[in-house]
């Protein structure tokens, strides 16, 4: 069995079911899917663990854990403890049906405890190496045979849970704590994993599904820089453990522009069959981007570990044309136009930037236009530079080779 390191999450998922034609195919039992991660994180509403020893006198017991794999809970009781799950259920004699789907991976006795609280009675018993060669899953209300005692300790009978209240059809009991846990052999106990816990009533059937939480990784352009306009692909690919989920499984890419607190989805998609999703974005300024599983209606959200920044670059044209004197007008097209200053230098040999001939501001269309001072007549090279805004980065232009008069 392997942990899951993931954060602690709760999602309890609840359909109704709708009513089957005659000769169709019943409708499959709601499912309420229970998320976790991490080691001994809380469980969910109505379900609680319990630690016991196995040695007499009790020895120090191993550390006792449970936590979430890819598709059950598992409980690891440590060197001579035993561990068990409690599950309350609201009325005994309603029930119809209650299964669990149950995998062991050291042979031993399962223990199997019903408890009434409010009349004072309890049902004890085990079974023998379930659980093995692939799992095992087992209706509680008819296997194994219990062994009944009231609250003295009296024999009230040995029977299963069915046959124990259709001996006593006078009786209604009120609300029961089912348990199944880890067993004892001689001073040790295997570890367990349970899943799929189908309580069936009069009323209808729910399905207790325990999942650990999957995790996507954020495969894109760390810190790469785009111009404005220009696209993007962010990958991801969702894994629990390092095994990737299968097709369909629900991810979102968030988005935080600069400059804002918040974030916000970006794009919603289902993996395709290897656990993949991608998605092109064309962010209109600097944007951190990370990807989420899950969504509100029928999961939580896990988070990818890390983020990306993709940065953007303003996108700037340079022409410069001449006066009938000679003179020089630089006109700067600046894609997208905050008011960003413009400067236009002259450039010096080795491609450095030298001295400003002239500067402005982009106006709402998006072009600025500025009157050229150069320090000489003739041939020299200038470029005009845009200084960063509102989250888009700063940028400059091609050279051009212009000749002016001061």
């Not at 609280?117 to 692939?134: E, K, Q, R, V």
């Not at 696209?231 to 979102?252: I, S, Y």
């Not at 395709?272 to 991608?278: E, F, K, R």
């Not at 905050?338 to 040999?349: A, C």
Request: charged residues 20%; hydrophobic residues 40%; contains cysteine.
């Amino acid at each position: 069995m392997r942990r899951c390191a993931a954060p602690l999450v709760l999602l309890v998922l609840s359909s109704l079911l709708g009513t089957v034609p005659a000769g169709a195919d019943p409708a499959p039992a709601p499912r309420v899917e229970i998320w976790r991660g991490g080691q001994n994180t809380d469980l969910p509403p109505g379900f609680t663990s319990r630690l016991d020893v196995c040695s007499t006198p009790p020895n120090a017991v191993g550390e006792p854990h449970y936590y979430f794999t890819q598709d059950a809970l598992a409980l690891s009781p440590g060197h001579e403890g035993t561990l068990a799950l409690a599950h309350a259920v609201p009325m005994l004699d309603a029930l119809t049906t209650y299964r669990v789907a149950l995998r062991t991976y050291v042979p031993g006795d399962l223990t199997v405890r019903v408890e009434i609280p409010l009349a004072g009675i309890t049902g004890s018993g085990s079974i023998t190496d379930a659980g093995i060669d692939g799992g095992s899953e087992i209706d509680l209300l008819v296997q194994p045979e219990l062994t009944w005692l009231d609250d003295e300790d009296e024999l009230l009978d040995v029977a299963t849970v069915d046959e124990f209240l259709r001996s006593r059809p006078d009786h209604d009991y009120p609300s029961a704590l089912i348990v199944v846990g880890t067993g004892c052999r001689g001073e040790r106990s295997g570890g367990l994993e349970i899943d799929d816990v189908v309580v069936g009533t009069a009323s209808g059937t729910t399905v207790t599904d325990f999942r650990g939480l999957r995790r996507p990784t954020l495969n894109g352009p760390a810190e790469d820089p785009i111009s404005y306009g220009e696209a993007v692909t962010l990958r991801t690919k969702v894994w629990n453990g390092g095994e990737a989920e299968l097709a369909g499984a629900p991810v979102q890419l968030w988005a935080r522009p600069s400059g804002s607190a918040r974030e916000r989805v970006v794009a919603t998609l289902r993996t395709t069959a290897d656990g993949t999703a991608s998605t092109t974005v064309r962010p209109s300024r600097s944007t951190r981007y990370r990807w989420s599983y899950g969504s509100a209606a029928d999961r939580p959200y896990t988070w990818s570990e890390k983020s990306v920044a993709v940065r953007v670059f303003s996108v700037v044209g340079l022409r410069v044309r001449r006066t009938a004197r000679g003179h020089g007008v630089a006109v700067v097209r600046v894609s997208p136009a905050h008011r960003q200053r413009v400067r236009v230098r002259e450039v010096l040999r080795g491609g450095r930037f030298g001295a400003v001939l002239g500067s402005g501001r982009v106006g709402a269309s998006g072009v600025a236009r500025i009157r050229l001072t150069p320090r000489k007549a003739g041939a020299q090279r200038v470029v005009a530079v845009v200084a960063g805004s509102a989250g888009v980065l700063g940028s400059h232009s091609r050279s051009l080779k212009v000749r002016l008069r001061p």
